[in-house]
């Protein structure tokens, strides 16, 4: 079993908390790849860091456009460039959300996918089924979807029934890992993003730090579709 | 090097450019088209990752050529390799070199400006070089630049050139555009370069010394530059959640008022109450019910 790690890193100070659990990864045959926003006053620490610890991590640089969803997006194009072969994909980033106090707890309930523990149960879960595409915090499992009127109960709303008809995602379940941090089958990112180009999808997305509590955002959209790159295939998302 | 040196020239093979052992000198990879050859040679994992600073040195003419979705071919075609860790950047920004641009300089630089926005950057530096002439066109890269083609035409060889550089050489931050004599390795120049190097600071070891000292401040100068970018980022970032937290009805506000809801109207017994179950359940010390000085809660 090969796995991708794409990892983003935005905030300064705390990304260490990331970082000493993806080190949980080196035990399997794990490429990593880290997308560090540019500019980022500690960016020599960091660097410093995964230098020390990932010795063979790929290390790029992109500015902040789109936030982890763009980091992200940056980071798949240069896996599918480089052609790197994986089963299983994680996408991370050092989440915070500064703007809710639960933040941290969010984070760390989503960041479960890559404790120690919990990594071969994941595994047997994809192992179990064949159906299982996504694998994340079941307490984080979402629907926005109000299927009585054909709406997203979201500020997005519009832009995700744009974005659906445009990416021609059939969908029959609109559940979504609410942090956009998951374990996802390697073959459905490879197959979707060869398809759709992922920077063509990041330069639509928004551009600096923006926030999205009171507006639809591309940002906020691709949140959810990235979820649903299972759904769209045919597959399903199971919790932990 | 006491000085950054741009090494111009075609893409080799993946291979030979990774057995090249690092020299300090800036790849300037000549780009002349974007097909099979450069995706093998740009998206080999080992050269994607293997650390020796580069740049990309495009061609006027397959900027100008006119084809559907230019901006979007170019920004996915490139996009990646402006990401790649390695790549020359000025200030945190990265830097582009087109050589021999025919067609008006704005109508390129328009597409660039296109590209770099399309991938998100908010600045970026060019540098318009005319080979035939050594000459620089048109740039924003506030540095002092220079141009050497051992290649064409060059009387001279290339120490000689670099000795009488140093010699007339003033206290200014230099970027060197070095095209290499025919056949010659990045790794041979690189000796080349150094021995002269050598050379002049035995002779004048005073002004070898000064140009250093520049040197090495503009360094320390350009990271303290990228630091403020960044501090800069982080606190509009900050003001901008902090701006968020200050309007009516945010997270904050819900957060307190589920807290009040949930918990703050029940009757003053049940949460007394509460506070024995915590105790039976060890999450709490017992003496804390009658003493307020000792320790509440178990970390």
Not at chain 2, 110 to 122: P, T
Request: with cysteine.
């Amino acid at each position: 079993m090969s796995l991708l790690v794409v990892a983003h890193i935005y905030y300064p100070n705390d990304w260490e908390y990331l970082f000493e659990r993806l080190l949980n990864l080196k035990e399997y045959s794990c490429t990593f790849i880290f997308n560090i926003v540019n500019p980022k006053y500690d960016k020599e620490k960091v660097i410093q860091y995964i230098r020390n610890n990932f010795p063979a991590g790929i290390l790029i640089y992109s500015p902040n456009h789109g936030r982890d969803i763009g980091g992200k997006l940056a980071g798949i194009d240069v896996a599918l460039k480089l052609k790197i072969a994986s089963d299983f994909t994680l996408i991370i980033h050092d989440k915070q959300s500064p703007h809710t106090p639960t933040g941290l707890a969010w984070r760390n309930e989503l960041f479960r996918v890559i404790e120690k523990t919990e990594l071969p149960k994941i595994f047997s879960k994809f192992d179990s089924s064949e159906k299982v595409g996504i694998v994340g915090s079941q307490k984080f499992l979402m629907n926005e979807y109000d299927f009585s009127i054909g709406e997203f109960n979201s500020f997005s709303n519009e832009i995700l029934k744009e974005l659906i008809s445009e990416m021609n995602l059939n969908l029959t379940d609109y559940n979504f890992i609410a942090g956009n941090i998951f374990w996802i089958r390697s073959e459905l990112i490879t197959r979707f993003f060869s398809r759709h180009a992922p920077l063509k999808i990041r330069s639509r997305l928004e551009h600096g730090n923006v926030l999205d509590f009171h507006k639809g955002t591309y940002i906020h959209s691709w949140e959810r579709i990235f979820s649903w790159l299972a759904n769209g295939q045919g597959f399903e998302i199971a919790g932990i | 090097m006491i000085f950054d040196f741009i090494f111009l020239s075609k893409l080799s093979s993946a291979s030979s450019y990774n057995s090249e052992s690092e020299t300090g000198l800036i790849s300037g990879h000549i780009v002349e088209k974007i097909d099979g050859s450069f995706s093998r040679f740009f998206y080999d994992p080992l050269v994607f990752g293997n650390g020796k600073r580069f740049c990309l040195a495009l061609d006027g003419q397959l900027l100008e050529s006119d084809f559907d979705d230019k901006v979007n071919f170019f920004s996915e075609s490139l996009g990646s390799i402006f990401f790649n860790s390695s790549y020359f950047t000025l200030n945190g920004h990265p830097v582009i070199i087109v050589l021999n641009a025919r067609k008006k300089e704005t109508n390129t630089l328009d597409l660039l400006r296109d590209i770099f926005k399309y991938l998100g950057y908010d600045n970026f530096y060019y540098c318009f070089i005319n080979r035939f002439d050594q000459e620089i066109d048109s740039t924003n890269i506030d540095l002092d630049l220079h141009v050497f083609d051992g290649e064409e035409g060059a009387d001279h060889s290339t120490g000689n050139w670099y000795l009488s550089f140093l010699e007339e050489s003033k206290v200014s931050q230099k970027l060197i555009f070095f095209f290499p004599p025919h056949s010659n390795a990045s790794t041979d120049v690189h000796s080349e370069l150094n021995n002269v190097e050598k050379e002049f600071r035995e002779r004048n070891p005073r002004v070898f010394a000064l140009l250093q000292e520049q040197t090495n401040f503009a360094k320390r100068f350009e990271q303290c530059e990228i630091n403020i970018q960044g501090l800069r980022k982080d606190l509009e970032s900050r003001d901008e959640y902090i701006a968020n937290l200050n309007i009516p009805e945010t997270t904050l506000k819900r957060v307190s008022d589920f807290y009040y809801h949930e918990y703050e109207i029940l009757p003053l017994w049940y949460k007394r109450f509460g506070h024995l179950i915590k105790v039976f359940m060890g999450k709490r010390s017992f003496r804390s019910l009658f003493d307020d000085k000792v320790k509440k809660y178990k970390d």
